[in-house]
């Protein structure tokens, strides 16, 4: 990788992500873009910004040839919550988005991240240990352009030979940017409500166990991922990795260890809940551990500590 650029920059991954990435190749080789700029930030200021709506192919084009980048990590997407509220702007984007980027790298050669989701996976998928390959059938809008945009990428590597890699992330819990309108945001919010108000009222129910990755974790997975063998890739676009599975009771046990007074109650949003129960309690990652080594660091515990440590610096609490 030498000159990348990041669509969707200036959210929950890309904010962290740019920062990682100029500090590991240079702050002028990595383009920060999103559709809008709506304040000056770390990742406006410290390198190159493009404003880049991806549903315009033409505006991908410019920023790819204007910087003569060689490698798009797409970051722009609706997420699953968001998503429901407004399907045909989740295609849009999600798909519109996807495929102006895979053209654009055709005629420009270069390579493509996207990442992928658990949410490709439904409510027929085996729910334990879920494979990599297996029963993919789900009932979001979100969902359904994660699979198919999977299955995009595959067919731009088989038929034009675009380099196109990606991860399945389970839901990614980080103290920078605020998650973007996912069903695993509330493992955000509950270390934020928890320093602020010792109590966090959680809009899934009790039980209900997904799998989970701390932010350090996941940038490392796109880093590794983009500079794997590529003779070792057998999946390419769909890697299932995690990190650490649990449910509300979970995390709150593991944050009443650093504030004992915590209290979780429950108001259970139930279009929420439906997309939490169409999705995986727990992932096999083993073929992103055989196939780019894929290993993360941070357990429950560790992460529960280093966020609640760098939340508080941030909250000044
Ligand atoms: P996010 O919602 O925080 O950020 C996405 C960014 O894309 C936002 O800043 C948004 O303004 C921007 N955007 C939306 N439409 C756009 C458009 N037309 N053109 C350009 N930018 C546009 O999302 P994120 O959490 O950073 O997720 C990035 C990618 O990772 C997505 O593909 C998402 O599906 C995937 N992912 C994220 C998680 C997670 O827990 N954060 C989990 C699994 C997969
Ligand atoms: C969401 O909840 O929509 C995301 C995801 C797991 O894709 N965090």
């Given amino acids: ?59 991908i084009a410019d920023a790819v040839k204007k910087h003569n980048v060689d490698t798009v990590v797409n970051l722009a997407a609706i997420l699953s919550a968001s998503g429901e509220a407004n399907p045909s702007g989740t295609w849009d984007i999600n798909m519109g ?22 949410a490709v996976f439904g409510p027929s998928t085996p729910k334990e240990q879920t494979p990599q390959d297996t029963v993919m059938r789900p009932t979001t809008m979100y969902g359904v352009t994660k699979v198919a945009g999977e299955l995009l990428c595959d067919y731009y590597h088989m038929k034009f030979n675009v380099d196109t890699r990606g991860m399945r992330y389970p839901g990614l819990i980080s103290n920078k940017a605020l998650p973007g309108g996912g069903t695993t945001d509330y493992a955000v919010h509950i270390y934020y409500e928890a320093l602020k108000h010792k109590k966090y009222e959680c809009f899934l129910d009790k039980g209900t166990r997904m799998d989970m990755m701390y932010m350090p974790d996941a940038l490392n997975a796109v880093i590794q991922l983009m500079e794997a063998d590529p003779a070792k890739l057998i999946h390419r676009n769909a ?79």
């Fill in 1 to 59: 990788m030498k000159k990348i650029l990041v669509t969707g920059a200036l959210g929950q991954i890309g904010t962290e992500l740019v920062m990682k990435m100029r500090d590991m190749y240079g702050a002028n080789n990595v383009i920060a873009s999103s559709r809008s700029k709506r304040k000056e930030t770390e990742v406006t200021e410290s390198g190159p910004f493009e404003l880049v709506d991806v549903v315009n192919a033409q505006q």
């Fill in 239 to 317: 890697f299932n990795v995690t990190a650490m599975s649990f449910d509300p009771e979970g995390i709150a046990a593991e944050i009443r260890k650093h504030i004992p007074e915590f209290e979780l109650t429950y108001n259970v949003n139930q279009d929420i809940q439906k997309i939490a129960n169409s999705w995986p309690d727990s992932l096999d990652d083993s073929q992103a551990r055989k196939q780019w080594n894929w290993n993360p660091k941070y357990d429950l515990a560790s992460m529960t500590e280093d966020m609640l440590t760098e939340l508080k610096k941030k909250l000044n609490i």
């Fill in 97 to 118: 988005g996807l495929y102006n980027i895979l053209e654009v790298a055709r005629e420009n050669n270069c390579a493509v991240c996207t990442p992928s989701s658990i």
